[in-house]
């Protein structure tokens, strides 16, 4: 009986432990903070710049990390998640030379592109 008892509240507590991990997990999906329906040209182009280089290992529309941080809501934050001031001085550098194991693309966007991409990034 003791047994049985011991059994059960481990399966309750592995399951609650497994339902706990998915829910972090996953992030909730809360969507930019401006619709995409009220986008300007720029912050549209941004998006398809986004979507061609960073969605891979960033989400834009919801927390948690994929490969790297989140970048939801990256300029309503006072710090960016290395410590530095969340503003365009800052992330520029770090989009054109990249940190740690995020590659740059300073050779790969030209400054259209990079202004674009920021404006899309003020949209999270």
Request: aromatic share 8%.
């Amino acid at each position: 009986m003791r047994e049985a008892r011991l059994r059960l509240k481990i399966t309750v507590v592995v399951i609650a432990a497994v339902f706990a991990l998915s829910v972090v997990g996953c992030g909730p999906s809360l969507g930019p903070s401006k619709p995409a329906s009220a986008f300007t040209p720029q912050e549209a182009r941004g998006r398809a710049v986004y979507q061609q280089y960073c969605a891979s290992c960033h989400y834009a529309n919801q927390s948690g990390d994929l490969h790297g941080p989140s970048l939801f809501g990256v300029y309503r934050k006072k710090y960016l998640p290395s410590g530095a001031p969340a503003n365009d001085e800052r992330v520029t550098p770090v989009i054109q030379r990249g940190r740690n194991m995020m590659p740059g693309y300073g050779n790969d966007l030209n400054d259209q592109q990079l202004a674009d991409l920021l404006a899309y990034l003020h949209t999270l």
